[in-house]
């Protein structure tokens, strides 16, 4: 078992969401990854001990972890609210271990309270794809017409909160994945078709959570004049040349590089009051490898989470 250093919570893991992220991770993909580590960033938990110094927390608490695990707090970015560009920045699962397992050790600063209506299970999801697609949602603007493109773990709720803020939303899944178009018809999706098929209209703005380079032009020629492309993930394959003409009319595309914890205050408390329904596929700690390859292969329906 972890010990608790200053400043810092000890957890029991009560549940852990599986995010492509950790795909990432396992095959090498993000620089700098500490080897070995434990990946897993969409962790529950409760607070098992606490080191000197931590402020806030008491022995039973449950919290919730994000991929955010400590920043300088000194730099430029750090003093202007831009604390996830921090360059000292170190991130859970991929610096430091994360939430495979049946505890963990956080800084006490990036620990979350979490809404009490979602139990472990539903409460993981919301800890990543949850807050990186709600990031990616406030980088769309105001679109009122928002094109999500891969249908998975954050998209499903990225589109009820962009449901409830009164957006229509188009869902582009694999060619002939019938149950991911289904499955965003479900959970409230305007319009749901394949990934290299026109909209009904055009959009006003586009959020990719598919790490696939080639959707960013595919995106670019279904956005209106003046709209914004979102690339919400923290890794992709190399966007091939495009004609400028995809670009012109103001068009723009947007990266979005890792949350804030004041993305997380928002979002949670967002959460809280609107109830969103998280659909999970739980898999027991000891097959976190097949939740993997279940992700990799596209077998999981909105998110999978571990529980030791």
């Known amino acids: 078992m972890p010990a608790p250093g200053s400043g810092q919570a000890l957890v029991r893991v009560l549940a852990c969401g599986v995010c492509r992220t950790d795909l990432h991770v396992v095959d090498g993909e993000l620089p700098d990854t500490r080897i070995p580590i434990l990946p897993g960033h969409e962790i529950v938990g409760r607070i098992e001990q606490v080191g000197s110094g931590v402020d806030g927390l008491q022995i039973g608490d449950r919290v919730g972890i994000g ?7 000194q730099c430029e970015y ?6 996830n560009l921090c360059r000292s920045a170190r ?16 800084d006490a600063r990036f620990c979350y309270a979490l809404p009490e209506s979602y139990d472990d299970l539903h409460a993981a999801p ?34 009820q909160v962009a449901r409830q803020q009164g957006r229509d939303v188009f869902a582009f899944v694999r060619p002939q994945d019938e149950k991911a178009r289904q499955f965003a018809v479900d959970t409230g999706a305007t319009w749901a078709g394949w990934s290299n098929q026109a909209p009904p209209v055009e959009l006003d703005g586009a959020i990719l959570f598919a790490p ?14 003046g709209g914004r492309v979102v690339c919400a993930g923290i890794h992709m394959s190399d966007i091939p040349s495009f004609a400028y003409r995809l670009l012109w009319e103001e068009r723009s595309i947007h990266s979005v590089a890792n949350l804030t914890r004041e993305d997380a205050s928002e979002f949670l408390a967002i959460a809280a009051r609107t109830r969103i329904r998280t659909h999970v596929q739980p ?3 000891a097959d976190a490898d097949r939740a993997l390859g279940d992700l990799r292969s596209g077998a999981v329906t909105g998110a999978a989470v571990l529980s030791p």
């Open 78 to 83: 750090c003093r202007s609210s831009r604390e």
């Open 212 to 225: 696939i380079g080639a959707l960013v032009p595919e995106a670019l020629s279904r956005v209106a004049p």
């Open 283 to 285: 898999y027991a700690l």
């Open 91 to 106: 991130f859970t699962g991929h610096h430091v271990d994360g939430g495979y397992a049946e505890f963990a050790v956080a």
């Open 67 to 73: 991929w955010l695990a400590a920043v300088c707090g």
């Open 126 to 159: 919301l800890l990543c794809a949850g807050l990186i697609g709600y990031r990616a949602l406030r980088m769309a603007g105001d679109s009122r017409r928002l094109g999500l493109y891969g249908f998975g773990a954050a998209a499903h709720i990225v589109a």
